[in-house]
């Protein structure tokens, strides 16, 4: 297996995922602070890439209070900046058939998303009364994933069209998975819902962090822990990608993943890395 100074050699971007990769919320991972501070001694762009509902800046401002240098990093690029530019310029495809300000329902906890109520949309708490839905917030079981769905049959069948701020079906709560805006998402697909997404492993994100950094797509790599999001997301790219196993597919494959192991989860997904690591800051490839 690679670590990730070892692919400092072919390329000069690196898209990196949060949650997972870096830290599950109380602090980093043994070894990240060090790599990334590595990495931009080399001149090396770096990105972190993310599908939080937050925005980029404040999640720039967390991982400088868990001890990544400010200086180390170019910024986040976060599913929220991009559906946060979407809303905001009246994205025609979301938007040809509603009026400017469009009776908007959220489901979700608004106090994580306040850039939400900042764009000129006239928000009810009647979804009856909706003409578009914005989902930003987990679920609590599947019990509650069922009630959403027969809740938003009705819009599904009025073809209010749904925006979901984080694609991911599941999110790290801790230790644990929750069930995530991602799969509310889904859900009101499969009733025949029109949904709009931004971040990964949808196209906006991608173009947008690429603007950033400002580098070939041949020279960018994209480091993630879901095959779902990060490894489909930079396959559709055309950049590089690298699987880090100990996250979200960590129960999966364990500590020490076989090849067999990661070969069966490529070949259920659709798509493969062009590299793996266990962890992110490891040092050495046994490790």
């Not at 990730?4 to 602090?27: N, T």
């Not at 058939?97 to 006239?122: I, Q, T, Y």
């Not at 509650?144 to 925006?163: F, K, M, S, Y």
Request: with cysteine.
């Amino acid at each position: 297996m690679d670590t990730v100074l070892s692919l400092r050699a072919d390329y000069d971007a690196f898209l990196i995922d949060v949650w997972g990769v870096l830290h599950r919320g109380e602090s980093l991972f043994e070894g990240v602070a060090e790599v990334i501070d590595e990495l931009a001694s080399t001149g090396a762009r770096v990105v972190f890439l993310s599908n939080s509902s937050r925005l980029g800046t404040t999640m720039a401002e967390s991982l400088v209070q868990l001890g990544i240098r400010r200086d180390a990093f170019d910024g986040v690029v976060s599913s929220g900046d991009v559906t946060r530019e979407a809303l905001e310029r009246r994205a025609p495809e979301l938007f040809a058939a509603l009026g400017p300000s469009p009776r908007a329902f959220h489901l979700g906890n608004p106090a994580f998303v306040p850039w939400l109520f900042e764009l000129g949309l006239d928000f009810t708490e009647d979804e009856r009364e909706a003409e578009l839905l914005v989902a930003t917030g987990t679920v609590k079981d599947l019990d509650e994933l069922a009630h959403a769905r027969e809740r938003l049959r009705p819009l599904a069948a009025r073809n209010v069209p749904l925006v979901c701020t984080n694609p991911d079906r599941v999110v790290p709560m801790g230790e644990k998975l929750a069930i995530g805006p991602g799969a509310v998402a889904a859900e009101y697909a499969s009733l025949g819902g029109r949904t709009f997404l931004y971040g990964k492993p949808h196209a906006p994100i991608y173009r947008e962090a690429l603007a950033r950094v400002g580098v070939s797509p041949a020279r960018v790599v994209a480091i993630g822990d879901t095959m779902e999001t990060d490894i489909a997301g930079a396959r559709a790219a055309s950049i590089a990608s690298v699987l880090v196993t100990s996250g979200v597919h960590g129960m999966e494959l364990g500590d020490a993943p076989e090849d067999s192991a990661i070969d069966a989860l490529v070949a259920r997904h659709g798509a493969a890395p062009d590299a793996v690591i266990v962890r992110f800051g490891q040092r050495s490839t046994d490790g």
